[in-house]
């Protein structure tokens, strides 16, 4: 069974404060109220680095597959 969900996840460069590594981590897609979209790092993700919290990580680079 392989049906695409609507929402994919992407993986991004997102540069963790902690340990100041740039780490793969997942991101999503936040609406803003101003229409601009504006990805967030999916909440609940470790640095495997350092093992903080990427919540408030800064994302680098997005990987974008076609
Ligand atoms: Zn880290």
């Known amino acids: 069974m392989s049906h695409p969900k609507p929402s994919l996840p992407e993986i991004a460069k997102v540069y963790c404060p902690m340990c100041t590594h ?3 981590a997942r991101i999503q897609p936040a609406p803003q109220p101003s229409g601009v979209q504006r990805p967030i790092v999916t909440p ?3 640095c495997p680095h350092c093992s903080a919290s990427l919540d408030a990580g800064y994302i ?3 990987n974008r597959a076609a």
């Open 22 to 24: 740039t780490v793969d």
């Open 44 to 46: 609940g993700q470790k």
């Open 60 to 62: 680098f680079r997005i």
